[in-house]
């Protein structure tokens, strides 16, 4: 399955964005879904993470509150919305992809996505 994430860009503190992962290819499986986000100088960490079916969702403790994790599979795309940002947030941000038996299973950890889209940079000035 190829991924491709938009919608990065530059924002103020306190402003908001929706990033976009469509997916394409083999996207006839069910599949989880998660973003990752990395820093400069920073690991590339998880931050949300949504089951196939929607009904499971994860929050780094750093976005909880602010970021919303989405997904509609008839158009095989899954939404990043992020209020409240802070410079902080400032960072490539990565959606990852990978094929999943359990459709309301979510996955926390970076070595258990097996596709990564081309990430968007989002920078929060201050």
């Known amino acids: 399955v190829q991924l491709q994430a938009s919608g990065g860009g530059t924002v103020q503190a306190g402003g908001s964005l929706t990033l976009s992962c469509a997916a394409s290819?083999?996207?006839?499986?069910?599949?989880?879904m998660g973003w990752f986000r990395q820093a400069p100088g920073k690991e590339r960490v998880l931050i949300a993470a949504?089951?196939?079916?929607?009904?499971?969702?994860y929050y780094a403790d750093s976005v909880k509150g602010r970021f919303t994790v989405s997904r509609d599979n008839a158009k095989k795309t899954v939404y990043l919305q992020m209020n409240s940002l802070k410079p902080e947030d400032t960072a490539v941000y990565y959606c990852?992809?990978?094929?999943?038996?359990?459709?309301?299973?979510?996955?926390?950890?970076?070595?258990?996505?097996?596709?990564w889209g081309q990430g968007t940079l989002v920078t929060v000035s201050s």
């Open positions: 990852a992809a990978r094929y999943t038996h359990g459709s309301s299973y979510v996955y926390t950890k970076g070595d258990e996505y097996s596709y």
């Open positions: 290819g083999r996207t006839e499986y069910t599949y989880a």
């Open positions: 949504i089951s196939w079916i929607g009904d499971n969702t």
